[in-house]
């Protein structure tokens, strides 16, 4: 018998590049290949590439720099490393990274992972492999299963996508270029995935998709679902104790969602909700198709149908034609809303995007001071959230062993990770933790007693802190 080869994924950028990272493994895994954490060891590395900010595009260049001389390397040892770009850089620039970088042997667009051992076989005839199209053919209903020894190597919290890709347009945004038209997945094909996730020891599950709310898949009805109903769909099948959904745009929060909030006590109160500005000149200049005003009200409408609802967001400072007057209603905005985390970001011109081509380009130093300001308000904000939870009792759902011997670590209903002594025997329950202390970013208590009327080994009660 051949000995398995191996196989190293380096992923950048969001989540579902991790997601897609694991469908690359599991689709290769039927062609033998195992993975290994060694680049430097591997027959064949994929980078899994993010195009979505200049920095991180910028990445893929120097590692291949650093790859090509590990197969040089390899090849003085007498091995083969192949080398394969995947993801959104691979999309975005297709047969110009082989023109770069000679070293790769294939280049693949996130629409045809179900592909690659087919163009892995023809790299190893000895050509060169290039897919970026937008195969007509489903790739969810090509890319195998994960085993079931996969999920429980994977852990207790599990990404899904539901929908890919996004028709929003924003001007700084290269998505709907390099993941292409929105387009979601049945209800049913979701419900087997966490069927059978929950059936190996997954108790979280995140839907993740680029615009995620834009959900619109096939019910087993015939008719459209909007995620609020996929969710509730969800929260029915056994073992789920909490599901969760990234990434949300505004203009796209219906009833559903709303009611979902309201209803399912295993949809946990923490949403991740972009605003980009608080400016509506520089909102509309964003084509983000919503007003400050529009904002406010989706997540007034959230606040109301579940009082311990919290928020995050994500921000892009120095967009052309942002002045100070703009951005001191972005810090305004933050103020009034106070968040639990977010992020934010310098702009970047991205090429072939329509806000590349604007012309009241901000100065880097302005740039850099307001991300300065911004990132202070934002700090201190979640900060403010995290020392609000000390003396409380909280529910953790623990994850893994943590670092230090004797502790385990889990994530609160915010994602906050949260330490204890306790026994690795609890990983995969959600039990309260009273909290103590913090540490930098991380809350740091010991497990609570359980009350009689939650000691059921999953429980989904909600948490006792309010945002
Ligand atoms: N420049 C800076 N930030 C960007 N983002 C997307 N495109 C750009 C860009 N061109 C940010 C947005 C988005 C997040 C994922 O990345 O804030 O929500
Ligand atoms: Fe990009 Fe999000 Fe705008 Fe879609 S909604 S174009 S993914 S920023």
Redesign the pocket.
Known sequence: MKPPRKLHIKSYGCQMNVYDAQRMVDTLAGVGFVETANADEADLVILNTCHIREKASEKVYSELGRLRVAREEAARNGRDMRIAVAGCVAQAEGDEIIRRAPVVDVVVGPQSYHHLPELLARAERGGKAIETEFPAEDKFTFLPQPKSDAIRGRGISAFVTVQEG?????T?????YT?GAEVSRPVEKIVEDVKRLAENGVREITLIG??VNAYHGAGPDGRAWPLGKLLHRLAAIPDVARLRYS?S?PRDVEGSLIEAHRDLPALMPFVHL?V?SGSDRILSAMN?KHTVRDYRDVIDRFRHARQDIAFSS?FIVGFPGETEQDFSATLALVTQIGYAAAYSFKYSPRPGTPAADMRETVTTADMDERLARLQELIDSQQSAFNKATIGTTVDVLFERAARNSGQIVGRTAYLQPAHVMASTGLIGQVLPVRIDSLERYSLIGELAPVPPSQSRPISSSPPTIGA
């Open positions: 996004c028709d929003k347009f924003c700084f945004c290269v998505v709907p993941r680029q615009n990434t745009h972009p980009q983000r994500d």
